[in-house]
C-alpha cells in the first residue's frame, strides 16, 4: 500500500486534489437502506470516499470490529449523546488509524469506492 503523499504546487503549498491513485481499492456496490461493513486493509492509515451519481451515503468508522445499528439518519441528533451512533454525510478523506470497521450505508444504490493509503 502506498502512503498518503499531497502534490505541492511551486510555492511549496500542498494540494489535496493532486493525490496519487492508491494500489488498494475497495468497491462497494450498495443495496438501498441496507448498512455494508468494510474492513481496512492491515497498514491503513487513510480512506478516501466516492460515490457514483452523485448519490449521498453516509459513513461511520468504529473503533471496533463489532459493528451493527447504522441506519440513514432521520432525526436530529447530537453525537454527545453516544459516540460512534452517527454517521457522517459523504466524506472525501478521513483518518482511520486504529479503526477496525468502516459502515456504509445509502438510500440509493450508488458504487462507493474506498482507496486505502498508508
Not at 14 to 40: C, R
Not at 69 to 81: D, N, V
Not at 87 to 97: A, C, D, F, G, S
Request: hydrophobic share 50%; proline share 6%.
Amino acid at each position: 500500500m502506498i502512503r498518503l503523499q499531497q502534490g505541492v504546487d511551486n510555492m511549496g503549498n500542498m494540494i489535496i486534489s493532486a493525490m496519487q491513485q492508491s494500489d488498494t481499492i475497495y468497491v462497494n456496490l450498495m443495496v438501498a437502506s441496507t448498512a455494508q461493513y468494510v474492513t481496512p486493509p492491515a497498514g491503513a492509515n487513510f480512506c478516501l470516499f466516492a460515490a457514483s451519481g452523485g448519490n449521498d451515503f453516509w459513513m461511520m468508522l468504529y473503533p471496533t470490529t463489532v459493528s451493527s445499528g447504522l441506519a440513514i439518519p432521520a432525526a436530529t441528533a447530537t453525537e454527545a449523546a453516544a459516540a460512534y451512533t452517527i454517521p457522517e454525510l459523504n466524506p472525501l478523506i478521513r483518518q482511520i488509524t486504529g479503526m477496525k470497521t468502516i459502515g456504509l450505508i445509502s438510500g440509493a444504490t450508488p458504487l462507493i469506492t474506498l482507496a486505502f493509503y498508508a
